[in-house]
């Protein structure tokens, strides 16, 4: 029997990776797609969004969430029986996408591919690392020399510069495809120092496109046909040798909640002061706007905020606002919680 064709969509907190799967979906041109979706937190709002953009060839079964923690630590647990069910499904999907969690190490996921469970049904297409150009123009994940030289010295041991530094390389070692994302936010010039601060951390023969707004012809993701899990030696890891469990104590997510709000500028206006003053680095989420009959979708990478409505509120569902924040451990959620509130309630006093 033909294995199905998996293909990983890692990229940092925010990069673009449901924007691109997205467009993959709206191109699918017939083929059958499922998509198995990680979140770091909780609550599981890239599903919601998947679900609620309304492409007709792609149901509800076809979207799967793993909720439960960052996909790499809980491949036993929760991945493994979510490919076994998409696999053994009488009408199993032609190809799979997993979209990781913005903190995945992607080479554990990579793994599991190994294991007897799918070795035999599934195989790594490939592995696709969204990078948010803008991001890395404006320094996220370059290390402060000076401040890791202080660190290094205070401890010997430490062997990565910065969280966010250390999931960069991670993602980008793992990539046999690199999509440079957010072009449309960059000069030309910008772009080359981008581009050679990426490629520095890509593998040997690994690719690199460029892209805005995730659109990339569905030809040049799917069907790289590499099959990585026969090659992960050649996929270094900072964890290599290392337990294949890491914890995710670099980063700290929870959820406000909140009513119907007035209007989604000076809400965007008042999360853009807290996002800034406790640089959050992902805020996501649904809003209920009075008055309007389809739910806002609010997105915030660092300080780029976007809203637009998407589905209508169904009958009975209840009109509330939830908004998961994703920051490096601590933030000071204490005081970040009451700020959200605010803004939740009280946008048109
Ligand atoms: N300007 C611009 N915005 C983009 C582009 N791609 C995605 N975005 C926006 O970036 C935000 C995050 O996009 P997502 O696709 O949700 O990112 P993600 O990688 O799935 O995020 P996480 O799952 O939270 O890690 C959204 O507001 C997108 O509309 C792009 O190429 N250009």
Request: proline fraction near 5%; charged fraction near 30%.
């Amino acid at each position: 029997m033909a294995k199905i064709p998996t293909t990983v969509v890692t990229g940092f907190l925010g990069a673009g990776k449901t924007t691109l799967i997205r467009s993959l979906l709206e191109n699918a041109g017939g083929r059958r797609l499922a998509v198995v979706v990680n979140e770091f937190g909780d609550v599981g709002v890239d599903g919601e969004i998947l679900r609620g953009c309304g492409i007709e060839t792609c149901s509800d079964d076809d979207i799967v969430e793993l909720a439960n923690g960052c996909i790499c630590c809980t491949v036993a647990d929760d991945f493994l029986p979510t490919m076994r069910k998409l696999i053994d499904r009488a009408d199993p999907p032609e190809h799979i996408l997993v979209e990781t969690s913005g903190l995945a190490l992607p080479k554990p996921l990579v793994k599991a591919f190994t294991w007897p469970e799918v070795r035999t049904r599934a195989t790594v297409d490939g592995v696709i690392a969204l990078i948010d150009a803008d991001a890395v123009a404006a320094g996220r994940f370059a290390h402060d020399e000076a401040a890791l030289d202080q660190a290094r010295r205070a401890d010997a041991t430490l062997d990565h510069e910065t969280p966010l530094e250390e999931l960069f390389e991670e993602q980008l070692a793992c990539a046999d495809l690199v999509v440079l994302n957010k072009t449309d936010l960059l000069d030309a010039e910008v772009m080359v120092r981008v581009e050679a601060e990426v490629r520095a951390h890509m593998r040997p023969g690994a690719k690199l496109i460029h892209a805005a707004h995730g659109r990339v012809d569905p030809a040049v993701l799917l069907g790289l046909g590499v099959a990585a899990e026969d090659d992960l030696d050649s996929r270094p890891s900072h964890h290599d040798g290392a337990d294949d469990d890491h914890d995710h104590d670099d980063f700290d997510t929870f959820v406000v909640s909140g009513e119907e709000i007035a209007s989604p500028e000076v809400l965007s206006d008042q999360l853009a002061g807290v996002i800034a003053e406790h640089d959050i680095l992902r805020l996501k989420g649904v809003v209920a706007v009075k008055g309007k009959p389809s739910r806002l979708i609010l997105q915030a990478v660092g300080p780029r905020i976007q809203t637009y409505f998407d589905r209508p509120w169904r009958a009975g569902e209840a009109r509330v606002s939830r908004l998961v924040v994703i920051a490096e451990k601590g933030v000071d959620r204490a005081a970040v919680t009451p700020r959200m509130q605010e803004a939740l309630i009280a946008t048109d006093a």
